[in-house]
């Protein structure tokens, strides 16, 4: 029921979407390709890590108590990105959204210009560039994970984008490269992010150390299946990108646990939600690890030998 | 004090059932809350001239919710509760309190035609204190506890904190107040967590006002 | 619902409470008292309760005597200045000389875990040039023991204390990383660090011990702080790394009985002249204790009051005192500060008060002066502020809450500055007695010329950095001060000094003293890391000492 509802929701947005032309031979009603399947699953990543970037956004910027009307816009991009990318999810077409490119478009935007924001945060600060600064004040890699989930989705749109039949292709390249690319940098960008907090918290847990070393891992593994043939490797790196999706679901039981041995507990909610481990972040490597899954499913298709 | 409240509305008590209280907090401003108003260490006429005496130390004029600062000071001193060291040339904390207090009221008795100390107008017991805190009041009733260290010693030292033990007195200058075990967590000056008070600026009183009364 | 841990002891009956759960205990050994104790420590403070761990680690029966009550910090501290007093040493004492020094939560407490318990936990280190003020910096006295060997035991005591500090130190020979991440720097920090690049110097990140994440050791399971602002008024949270949550834990761990609410009024000795146990008043009745050892520990104070106390026909002067010197030298350390009223909210209430530091003036010998001093960001509670307004303005009336109504705005810096060893700056029994029975002490201090130009001197660069943040209404506070030390001096001569580098005293061999009283010279930090520092080498000298059969 929730499905049929779902495609009701989508209908406007096809209207709204209009003009790319079909392609032929295709229809909505015949099972989905492999292609539009790894394109959804970029539609998903993106998604995954549009929430993450909706709830860490709004409860970080709640934290500093919107003092600027432009904190705001993290909040609106990421749920467009959101509902939009549910509508890619269910979306079997082999033609790019004009919709879905847009928010994608403008939540890489959004985030680019996020990090200009915090940047300036941190470096207005006495300090300037500073451990303290670095580790306190707006978090340079936050804005990033919202130009991720933008950039998944573009890719997951430019994959679609392709013929049913033959090798698909990104701006010219090949798109299971492309995407394994973007993946690998994206997944050691969100690294970083999580081991300056972590070591912030001087990796009093030992369980801080997962997501410092699993993604880097997983990164790897996705350059070496993409540059080289097929076979082991992916598999390899198929059960190592699970692991990290599941390493980002986990993280937010880690991360509740975290907040409950703030002072309090769960019942001092309001201070250690807060000023604890941000319990929506984890999700994000989740999200990376469904773009390399999709990557993983486009080198499937074309197995060089 | 004829200022407009800079933090209209706000009031700590406010915050008693919720984490920035805990237990024993609650029970120790509960019992200082129910200082009773009338001596138990201080003899009666101790008492008039002592709460003369803190009345203008830290005026509260006819201010609806005025704290009985005597009562506290009387509190204080049947606890004992001091620093407990004395200066070499001064008896410890109680002792002090009534020689001083006997002394201050015959010294305005001696400068009034026989009025007591509790008797004189404000201006007039003013006068006095200001007089001790220069150092120009001396003579043989100070001779087991000299004026001026009086003052510095023990009337600047035990009177001002009982009102700053107050949440009178955290409402007024917008002290967060307790906070156990919910402290802070936005720590800069103009970031504030919503259990903090809200400082009215010159003409918001009445917004400032809802605002604190939303705080908790 | 909690005893009141003033009515009775609480650790007795095999065991002791357990500071990080509510209504919970740990096991405790207990000794008879017939029982010849390897050590019985006077006072459970950065001395003594850091001995009493390392010594029952090492094996050695121990007994930790604490005149002070056994909190339990999650239901006996109260959120509020006044009920929080009870953690300060409130007994009587006298002072005179020309600057009599104010005793109580400045440099007193009475507690186990000692005045750590409501201490602000900076901890921080000597300068190495200090070790031997004398040779090489021309003032004070030097130190028997290398600032090598000192800095190599800082950093185990920073390991096991876990402090939060910066990951770089702007001053002195490179240190190990601090274990965990500095605090995060709330306005008064972050002003004070404005004030100093203003004027051009250096300023850091306050090495607190404080948590700044969750305890990962064995010994306890802190949360981190929870940034109350109420370090000084006793750390409901434990987050703070104090002797309470440190080393008692592990003392008890290992075998250690504590003794809470005993007050050691004397040391016996023997007709060997050596010590041989501790009358203590517990329960309403005097007790002995027997001891193979014993161990003062009860800061610059009550330690020169007890070996004074324990005069006998053997030793009619105290004990340990052939050198005249214990109760001399007692130095202090000057605490003035400047402030001023910002235009913008600095709401200095939120977290510790001191979480930015400058130590330029600790460094920087281009002074006519000798010793130094540093400064640190401040957030007095309602009263402390009240106290400043009273103490240093001398306001009162309407005036006096005119001011306070500034409260949020308030911003200011306060100093920790050396003050130079003097020998009629002295502790000595004065002819008053306690509640226990016993003389109490009497302090007499006065400042020297070199401790007046060190103030003067700190005065003015303060109110620089000050004013070049823009604040207003500026004043000083020209007559505090905190931190004591320097009554039982060590020394390699047994004519100038009480105790030797190994802190135990020339005249009585198994008589030791382990905590402040010790410093020849204070330096211009706080103090309560050397002493924890001092008792970390202590204990390994003992080891040594005792292996090679000479304890």
């Keep these: 029921m929730a499905w049929a509802r779902h495609r009701q929701v989508c209908r406007p947005l096809d209207l709204v979407a209009g003009a790319a032309p079909a392609l032929p031979g295709k229809s909505r009603t015949e099972t989905p390709t492999a292609i539009v399947i790894a394109a959804r699953q970029l539609n998903r990543a993106a998604g995954t890590i549009a929430t993450s970037v909706l709830i860490d956004s709004a409860m970080e910027h709640y934290r500093g108590n919107f003092h600027n009307k432009a904190m705001w816009t993290p909040i609106v991009t990421s749920l467009f990105s959101v509902a939009v990318s549910a509508h890619g999810v269910s979306d079997r077409r082999h033609r790019a959204h004009r919709v879905r490119d847009a928010v994608y478009a403008a939540a890489g935007i959004v985030g680019l210009i996020g990090t200009g924001f915090h940047i300036f945060n941190v470096t207005k600060k006495v300090g300037g560039f500073s451990w303290q600064n670095l580790f306190y004040s707006a978090p340079l890699g936050a804005p990033a994970a919202m130009s991720l989930s933008g950039l998944m989705g573009f890719l997951a749109e430019r994959v679609r984008n392709n013929r049913p039949e033959g090798e698909p292709r990104v701006f010219g390249l090949p798109a299971a490269r492309v995407v394994a690319a973007a993946t690998g940098l994206s997944l050691l960008g969100t690294t970083a992010e999580a081991g300056l907090l972590h070591f912030r918290g001087a990796f009093h847990n030992p369980a801080m150390l997962l997501p410092v070393t699993m993604p880097p891992v997983a990164a790897g593994l996705l350059a070496n299946a993409a540059a080289g043939p097929a076979g082991a490797q992916r598999t390899a790196s198929k059960v190592w990108l699970a692991a990290t999706a599941a390493m980002g679901v986990a993280g937010v039981g880690l991360h509740a646990y975290g907040v409950s041995r703030g002072m309090g507990g769960w019942r001092n909610w309001r201070q250690n939600a807060f000023a604890g481990p941000p319990l929506p972040a984890p999700p994000s490597f989740t999200g990376l690890a469904l773009a390399g899954l999709a990557a993983l499913a486009l080198m499937k298709e074309h197995a060089r030998d | 004090m004829t200022e407009a409240p800079r933090y209209p509305g706000y009031d700590v008590l406010e915050k008693r059932n919720t984490p920035s209280w805990d237990a024993v907090t609650r029970r120790v401003i509960d019992e200082r809350l129910a200082t009773p108003d009338k001596p138990r260490f201080l003899t009666e006429e101790e008492w008039d001239v002592a709460d003369a005496l803190c009345r203008r130390i830290v005026p509260q004029h006819g201010e609806a919710d005025a704290v009985s600062l005597v009562g506290l000071l009387d509190a204080k001193l049947l606890g004992d509760h001091g620093a407990g060291f004395r200066e070499a040339d001064m008896p410890y904390m109680r002792e002090a309190w009534r020689k001083a207090l006997s002394a201050l009221d015959g010294e305005a008795r001696a400068q009034n035609n026989g009025r007591g100390f509790a008797e004189l107008s404000d201006k007039e017991q003013d006068a006095l204190l200001s007089a001790m805190q220069q150092g120009r009041i001396s003579g043989e009733r100070w001779a087991g506890v000299d004026a001026k260290s009086f003052f510095e010693r023990r009337i600047l030292v035990d009177v001002p904190p009982l009102y700053y033990s107050h949440p009178k007195a955290w409402n007024e200058i917008g002290f967060g107040g307790p906070a156990s075990p919910r402290g802070y967590v936005r720590l800069d000056g103009n970031r504030l967590d919503p259990w903090e008070a809200i400082e009215a600026s010159p003409g918001q009183e009445v917004k400032a006002e809802r605002e604190n009364r939303r705080v908790v | 619902m909690s005893s009141d841990p003033f009515a009775a002891p609480r650790a007795r009956g095999g065991r002791a409470p357990d500071v990080f759960r509510r209504g919970a205990w740990v096991p405790m050994r207990e000794y008879r008292e017939s029982d010849k104790v390897d050590f019985a420590i006077v006072g459970t403070g950065a001395g003594g309760g850091t001995l009493a761990a390392l010594l029952a680690e090492q094996g050695f029966s121990v007994i930790g005597f604490d005149a002070g009550a056994y909190f339990r910090p999650l239901e006996d501290f109260a959120s509020d200045e006044t009920e929080q007093n009870k953690l300060y040493w409130n007994d009587a004492r006298v002072v005179d000389g020309p600057n009599p020094i104010q005793m109580g939560g400045k440099n007193s407490g009475k507690a186990v875990g000692g005045s750590t318990v409501h201490y602000a936990m900076v901890s921080l280190r000597f300068r190495p040039e200090w070790f031997k003020s004398r040779t090489t910096l021309g003032y004070g ?411």
């Design chain 3, 141 to 551: 006295a030097d130190w028997p023991i290398s600032w090598q060997e000192m800095w190599h035991y800082y950093g185990k005591a920073e390991r096991q204390i876990n402090i939060s500090g910066p990951l770089t130190y702007p001053w002195g020979p490179k240190r190990p990383r601090y274990p965990y991440r500095a605090h995060e720097l709330n306005d008064a920090g972050k002003l004070l660090a404005k004030g100093c690049e203003a004027i051009g110097i250096k300023w850091t990140e306050t090495p607190l011990a404080t948590l700044s994440a969750p305890h990962a050791g064995p010994e306890g399971r802190s949360p981190p702080c929870a940034y109350r602002g109420f370090c000084r008024f006793g750390c409901t949270t434990n987050a703070k790394r104090s002797a309470l949550t440190v080393w008692i834990p592990r003392a008890l761990a290992a075998g250690a009985e504590i003794r809470d609410l005993a007050m050691v009024g004397r040391i016996e000795t023997d007709g060997g002249g050596r010590a041989s146990g501790v009358h203590y008043h517990r329960e309403g009745a005097w007790r002995f204790q027997r001891a193979r050892n014993v161990v003062v520990a009860g800061y610059a104070i009550e330690t020169p009051r007890l070996l004074l106390a324990s005069a006998n026909q053997q030793f009619p002067d105290g004990l340990a005192n052939s050198s005249g010197l214990v109760g001399k030298n007692l130095m202090t350390q000057s605490n003035q500060a400047f402030w001023g009223r910002m235009d913008e909210p600095v709401r200095w209430y939120k977290a510790p008060p001191s979480l930015a530091i400058t130590e330029h003036w600790n460094y920087d010998d281009n002074k006519d002066f000798h010793g130094g001093y540093c400064w640190m960001g401040q957030g007095p509670l309602p009263i402390e502020w009240a106290s400043v307004q009273t103490g240093s303005r001398g306001l009162w009336g309407d005036r006096l809450r005119e001011a306070m109504l500034d409260y949020n705005h308030m911003i200011g810096v306060k100093m920790v500055g050396e003050m130079l060893p003097n020998e009629k700056n002295r502790v000595t029994l004065a002819d008053d007695f306690d509640q226990y029975g016993l003389r109490v002490a009497r302090i007499t201090y006065e400042w020297g010329d070199n401790d007046k130009a060190l103030i003067a001197h700190a005065i003015k660069q303060m109110g620089r950095s000050i004013e070049a943040i823009g604040a207003k209404d500026m004043f000083a506070q020209d007559n505090d001060t905190n931190h004591l030390g320097g009554t039982a001096r060590m020394g390699d001569d047994k004519r100038t000094s009480v105790v030797d580098a190994d802190c135990r005293s020339w005249d009585i061999p198994n008589l030791w003293v382990c905590d402040g009283s010790v410093f020849p010279t204070v330096g211009g930090v706080n103090p309560a890391l050397t002493i924890q520092t001092i008792a970390l080498r202590t204990a390994d000298r003992i080891r040594k000492l005792s292996t090679a059969g000479a304890l």
